[in-house]
């Protein structure tokens, strides 16, 4: 399949730990998404990166959140001393262009103990 | 500060039934208008769109319908299936391609 990958699908851990979520996008998408999506919620943008512009990290909620994106490859979501508040789904999503269709991958599911 | 309201929350319809679920913007400099579909466990998947110089736009049983007077726009559902209960979203697209997502509508299609 050549969606767009994340891993892991789940991942539970206990509060103050760090964790590292990852996102494969679709090959040869230059714009990559993230998006946290709580219970029952909409998706909330988190932070994006277009080829090699600076991203837009103007939805990250605290400086707990931080990306990375290696060339127009692949996307590390990092959450350091996780709270119970970030308890949610992580999803990614990949577009050819900016101003093109987005393609969602099925999420990380992050709980907080 | 809420850019993209949906609504209803919930919806029940009775299979072959219209479904139809609503979103409201407030920034006109949004240039499009997506619509995704999203069943449990998975991501959300573009189901159709719509750009705000149209006023409607219709593929199979799925119909946009876009009011950019009012900054309105809906989804219409036609002959509504037990396989379309799932949640939607509304989306806006700023023009960095960033999507503001409505809160999401759970519909459930009953036989």
């Known amino acids: 399949g050549a969606g767009v990958s994340q891993s892991p699908s789940n991942k539970v851990t206990e509060k103050g730990k760090d964790v590292e979520l990852r996102c494969d996008p679709i090959s040869g998408h230059t714009a990559l998404y993230w998006y946290r999506q709580r219970l029952g919620q909409g998706l909330e943008f988190l932070i994006y990166?277009?080829?090699?512009?600076?991203?837009?990290k103007s939805g990250l909620p605290s400086d707990r959140f931080s990306a990375e994106r290696t060339g127009e490859s692949v996307s590390t979501l990092t959450i350091q001393r996780t709270q119970q508040e970030d308890s949610a789904v992580y999803l990614c999503a990949s577009g050819n262009r900016v101003n093109q269709p987005q393609h969602f991958g099925d999420g990380t599911r992050l709980s907080i103990l | 500060q809420q850019q993209v309201k949906q609504s209803p929350q919930s919806l029940i319809v009775q299979k072959g039934g219209i479904s139809i679920i609503n979103c409201a913007y407030e920034n006109t400099a949004f240039d499009y208008f997506p619509w995704y579909q999203q069943f449990p466990g998975k991501g959300p998947a573009l189901l159709i769109a719509i750009r705000p110089d149209v006023s409607e736009k219709k593929e199979g049983r799925f119909t946009i319908s876009f009011n950019k007077s009012a900054k309105q726009f809906s989804l219409h559902i036609m002959d509504s299936q037990p396989g379309d209960s799932a949640t939607y979203f509304c989306a806006a697209r700023e023009n960095t391609g960033k999507l503001i997502f409505g809160q999401g509508t759970t519909l459930q299609v009953k036989p």
């Open positions: 990166f277009q080829g090699n512009s600076a991203p837009d």
